[in-house]
């Protein structure tokens, strides 16, 4: 079945810098992938998505690359901040068939 | 329009004991789904439902039942509890993808569980 793969597991940058969370998807069938930021004790929130029809999409300070040919798509956060400091995870799916798989989360800590 | 509503909030059962998690949604999404989410594992599939009266198995299945007799309601039943299904329990829903506009999946906020 569908499996997704997501690193790294932790991830602690220094303010202003950039973090990139790297995922991999096992079934070329899949043609979304969004993302979800997690903050401690609450609901995973939708940040960004991206279909299989373009390769990059961007949307302030963060954007998302996929390569289909390579089954992977990565998160990219410029000048975090410490409010960027949460879990976040990737997710595939078919698009139509409603199933969305979710990668194991990227604990990412921003540091002052 | 309150979205996803997840009940109860908390629960603690003892093992063999059953119960039901209620999820209820207003916003006419055909696709629903049930994740549990454990430290370090992220979110697993449990089951999902692209419309009313059509289920499926998702990564872990085991141990729960879903129906959905409406559009707006998924329950969650776990038939006898133990105690490796204390977890974190989502709920969340979604309409079908359609052209450009962006249908994500929005999750209710959750049912901590506890089995002893």
């Known amino acids: 079945g569908e499996n997704v793969e997501q690193h790294p597991s932790t991830l602690s940058v220094q303010e202003g810098d950039s973090a990139v969370i790297k995922c991999t998807y096992s079934?070329?069938?899949?043609?979304?992938f969004p993302w979800y930021k997690q903050e401690l004790g609450k609901r995973p929130q939708l940040i960004i998505d991206i279909r299989s029809n373009v390769g990059e999409k961007k949307d302030q300070r963060i954007a998302v690359t996929l390569n289909k040919t390579a089954k992977h798509f990565s998160l990219h956060i410029t000048e975090t901040q410490p409010e960027d400091s949460a879990v976040y995870f990737c997710?595939?799916?078919?698009?139509?068939?409603?199933?969305?798989?979710f990668g194991q989360g990227t604990e990412l800590s921003v540091k002052p | 329009n309150a979205g996803v509503t997840q009940t109860p909030k908390f629960q603690v059962l003892k093992t063999g004991q059953s119960m039901t998690l209620q999820c209820a949604q207003d916003m006419n999404h055909e696709y629903m789904s049930w994740y549990r989410q454990d430290p370090g594992m992220g979110l697993r599939l449990i089951h999902y439902s692209v419309g009313a009266g059509i289920t499926d198995q998702g990564e872990v299945p085991n141990g729960y039942n879903v129906s959905r007799s409406t559009t707006e309601d998924f329950p969650l039943r776990l038939l006898s509890a133990a105690p490796s299904q204390t977890s974190v329990y989502f709920c969340?829903?979604?309409?079908?993808?359609?052209?450009?506009?962006?249908?994500?999946?929005?999750f209710g906020s959750g049912t901590r569980l506890t089995v002893v």
């Open positions: 969340a829903s979604s309409f079908p993808l359609s052209g450009d506009i962006r249908y994500g999946y929005t």
């Open positions: 079934d070329s069938a899949s043609n979304y």
């Open positions: 997710a595939a799916s078919k698009g139509q068939g409603g199933k969305l798989i």
